[in-house]
């Protein structure tokens, strides 16, 4: 079979080697990762399919890899099989109807920040600021601090694009004609302002075991 359908670009995002949904059981995240590179490797190799990242996903996903201390064996397979590109950020063109979208969005989403924080603000003045019996260090005006921190970030960035990095993701899958590969729900929501097609992380390494089995036997090249 011949192998051009196949040929196919893909922007991957961090999530897509840090949910748990792409592990079999019992599985490493380490594992998990080399395993999904491995097929990463075989589909370029034996398809054509290039996987790319923006140099700030890079960095976002080599430093949540650092902390959660993988093998050197994974930043190089990384490395060579993932290709790393800046997106051209003057020459992509957004629709002016993302960005009218966009700036809607965020006047809503300080409307909300505003709302938590005054709800906050009420609670706090009807609070004794004396020790909670469950924690020893925490004040029930701490505990509502805690609580305004937490429902004010899910009101101004769940669902929004809040990061530089999500915004290269996008740029960069848009500049190439590439599928977007994440678990992030707003970065999938936004797939559809741009005109992206998207696949969830924990589908992806099953898409490429089913594009490899297309490759004659015979024929098939592997990293081992």
């Not at 201390?69 to 099989?81: A, G, P």
Request: overall charge negative; charged content about 35%; hydrophobic content about 40%.
């Amino acid at each position: 079979m011949s192998t051009e359908a196949f040929k196919q670009r893909f922007v991957l995002d961090t999530s897509l080697f840090l949910t748990e949904d792409i592990r079999r059981p019992e599985e490493s995240l380490q594992d998990a990762v080399c395993r999904l590179l491995e097929l990463i490797a075989n589909a370029r190799l034996n398809l054509g399919i290039s996987c790319y990242m923006p140099p700030t996903i890079h960095d976002e996903l080599t430093t949540m890899l650092e902390a959660r201390d993988v093998d050197d064996e994974v930043y190089s397979k990384l490395n060579t099989w993932v290709i790393r590109k800046h997106p051209d950020r003057y020459a992509v063109s957004i629709p002016a109807n993302v960005v009218y979208s966009f700036v809607d969005e965020m006047s809503n989403r300080v409307d909300r920040g505003l709302r938590v924080s005054e709800q906050a603000v009420r609670k706090a003045e009807q609070t004794e600021d004396e020790v909670l019996e469950e924690h020893d260090h925490m004040t029930e005006v701490d505990a509502v601090i805690s609580n305004l921190r937490d429902k004010y970030r899910s009101a101004m960035r769940t669902g929004v694009l809040d990061s530089r990095e999500d915004f290269d993701l996008l740029i960069l899958a848009r500049e190439l004609e590439a599928g977007v590969v994440t678990e992030d729900k707003g970065i999938i929501g936004w797939t559809e302002d741009f005109g992206l097609r998207y696949i969830r992380g924990r589908e992806f390494p099953d898409l490429l075991e089913q594009y490899l089995t297309a490759v004659e036997p015979d024929s098939k090249r592997t990293i081992d």
